[in-house]
């Protein structure tokens, strides 16, 4: 039976891919993605996210564990038995094809007939805005919409999900902002599941609903993505899913009032002048600013602490620059004071 929407369209269980006789690339992932989701795999380089992609789509065999689409377990179909397509980073589209020619290719391989044929690939191209590029080459494209001439060709065959892998990763910084929302808005137009594999934290924080980190073959955390940014685990997602001030020890027990291991996000921390009245119940120390890097609507501001005596403990801070207002001859050297709430000190060894 197909699955509906909230219910599991992609379900892995143990499961593990093993290089050679001991390079662990997958070690054991368990992980459900609902109809009609936007769900991120995230981490960085060798973390195991694009071989489990791959095994996703069948491109590769896992070594142990099952793998079920819409219920179904496809552990041991080939790719082209899976009802999954998969776009690229490199895009592959055929610099001899019209942009129609590239959205009809899969379908004139499977002898589908001319006429639906320019019927699917019209609606395809018009879903992703590009309705009057048909007679165009590749080569006459910009990057964005040769992404989305591939996405088109993706989502003509009606997949019931759709596997990117850094889909956005070759676009400028601009053209990837755009691209994020309009993917956003074509899935959720289609309507079905999208997984996106990226190393982008941004890019997983803003497109998708549910995000899993990976870090060394093992997922550390899976949840929606604020769950994930306000509530890391661990160490790993804590520096990984944005940047945090990471306290532990003496830093800890001289800033936060306890031993253990902690993270403050660096939007949570005010930069005050020397001798600056706090909001009441904030957290301070003194501290010399060491780094500022000006941003346009924000502000970064790196300030060496000294605690009990310690080696300085190097915290940051974001500001946002419309909403505060920041010392005139702040730079290298300025003695400041910086306070933040105990509410945004997040627990880590818990």
């Known amino acids: 039976m197909p699955s509906g929407p909230g219910e599991p369209q992609i379900e892995l269980t143990g499961v593990r891919k093993v290089f050679g006789d001991s390079i662990v690339a997958v070690a054991g992932a368990d992980l459900t993605v609902d109809d009609g989701e936007l769900f991120a795999i995230l981490g960085p380089s060798g973390s195991g996210k694009t071989t489990v992609l791959r095994m996703i789509a069948g491109f590769e065999q896992p070594t142990g564990g099952t793998i079920k689409l819409g219920g179904v377990d496809v552990t041991a179909l080939p790719a082209r038995r899976r009802d999954v397509n998969t776009v690229f980073q490199e895009y592959a589209l055929f610099p001899h094809m019209t942009v129609a020619q590239n959205v009809e290719y899969g379908m004139r391989v499977r002898g589908v007939p001319?006429?639906?044929?320019?019927?699917?690939?019209?609606?395809?191209?018009?879903?992703?805005?590009?309705?009057?590029?048909?007679?165009?080459?590749?080569?006459?494209?910009?990057?964005?919409?040769?992404?989305?001439?591939?996405?088109?060709?993706?989502?003509?065959?009606?997949?019931?999900?759709?596997?990117?892998?850094?889909?956005?990763g070759a676009l400028?910084?601009?053209?990837?902002?755009?691209?994020?929302?309009?993917?956003?808005a074509i899935q959720r137009e289609v309507g079905i599941t999208f997984v996106i594999v990226t190393h982008d934290q941004d890019e997983a924080l803003t497109l998708c609903d549910r995000l899993a980190v990976f870090n060394d073959g093992r997922i550390e955390q899976i949840g929606k993505a604020r769950d994930v940014y306000e509530n890391p685990v661990n160490r790993f997602v804590a520096d990984f899913v944005g940047t945090s001030n990471v306290l532990d020890g003496d830093a800890a027990e001289a800033l936060v009032g306890r031993r253990?291991?902690?993270a403050v996000r660096p939007e949570r921390i005010a930069v005050l002048p020397t001798g600056a009245t706090p909001t009441p119940g904030s957290r301070t120390v003194d501290a010399t600013v060491a780094e500022v890097i000006y941003a346009g609507p924000t502000t970064r501001v790196a300030a060496v602490a000294q605690v009990g005596g310690q080696p300085g403990v190097t915290l940051t801070a974001t500001v946002l620059n419309a909403a505060a207002s920041l010392p005139e001859d702040l730079g290298h050297g300025t003695q400041i004071t910086l306070a933040w709430a105990d509410g945004a000190v997040h627990d880590l060894s818990t």
């Open 172 to 184: 400028d910084l601009k053209l990837r902002e755009q691209m994020q929302v309009e993917l956003k």
């Open 260 to 262: 253990g291991l902690f």
């Open 114 to 168: 001319k006429g639906e044929r320019r019927s699917r690939a019209a609606e395809a191209l018009d879903m992703v805005r590009l309705a009057d590029y048909g007679p165009r080459k590749p080569a006459q494209l910009s990057g964005g919409q040769r992404q989305r001439v591939a996405l088109a060709r993706a989502l003509v065959g009606r997949p019931k999900v759709l596997l990117l892998d850094e889909p956005l």
